[in-house]
């Protein structure tokens, strides 16, 4: 970094890209969303644009995190950002991984749990579960991709920029997951509640370990637990 409580051009316009500017577009995305789903419902005549196949949106979603991972790296070697600082990856960090994922699990058990049966038939994840053998192998690339890209950029580089920015670790920590929950608006508000609490798992897990590395492992798991086996599980498919 250039020093305490500074950083350059591309520090900052790194945090106005995932904290500000993916934030609003996830928002606007959500919003048109809502409207067309509106439409559909009260006006069965009306004509929508063609729907983008499921293939169609992994592949726009591997394009965003390519970005993503290239803009967050290319920040963090500008500001001197460490991304992979070595650690002892021991039975500790092991330990820790597996209760974090559990930890997420539960929070995505309860987030289902507390949805109405008219909620969850709305759920807009609804539209981009895998069901075919093709698009679970593309699901399974999509979530690696979002596990790098997104750890990466928000657990690592951002939080980084911003405690440098703010002075505060603690305040980084929340404006990164606020800032990673708004990205995943099209989830509906109680879903964006609930991407937050598993920002902060995932933060607390990069804290606990001194790497970034078992974030990445328990957020791949978890997409790809949530796509193939959940999904599954609570007819969502």
């Known amino acids: 970094m250039s020093g305490p409580g500074t950083f350059g051009a591309a520090g900052f316009a790194f945090l106005v890209f995932a904290g500000v500017l993916l934030p609003v577009v996830a928002s606007v995305f959500a919003l048109g969303e809502r409207r067309r789903a509106s439409s559909r419902s009260t006006d069965e005549s009306c004509v929508d644009a063609p729907v983008p196949s499921r293939l169609q949106l992994y592949a726009q979603a591997l394009f965003t995190h390519l970005v993503l991972l290239l803009v967050a790296v290319a920040a963090a070697r500008a500001e001197r950002v460490p991304l992979f600082a070595s650690a002892d990856v021991g039975w500790r960090g092991v330990l820790a991984a597996a209760l974090t994922l ?136």
Do not use: C, K
């Open 102 to 237: 559990a930890g997420v699990l539960a929070v995505g058990e309860l987030s289902w749990r507390s949805r109405s049966s008219a909620e969850r038939e709305r759920l807009w994840v609804r539209r981009i579960l895998p069901r075919t053998n093709a698009e679970r192998r593309m699901w399974i690339a999509v979530s690696a991709g979002a596990a790098i890209a997104e750890e990466v950029a928000y657990r690592g580089v951002f939080v980084a920029l911003a405690t440098s920015a703010t002075g505060s670790l603690p305040a980084a920590v929340i404006a990164s997951a606020a800032a990673f929950a708004a990205v995943h608006a099209p989830q509906g508000l109680a879903g964006v509640g609930y991407v937050l609490l598993i920002a902060l798992l995932h933060q607390a897990l990069v804290l606990a370990t001194g790497t970034l590395l078992f974030a990445i492992v328990v957020h791949f798991a978890y997409d790809v637990l949530a796509g193939l086996w959940l999904a599954r599980r609570h007819g969502l498919v």
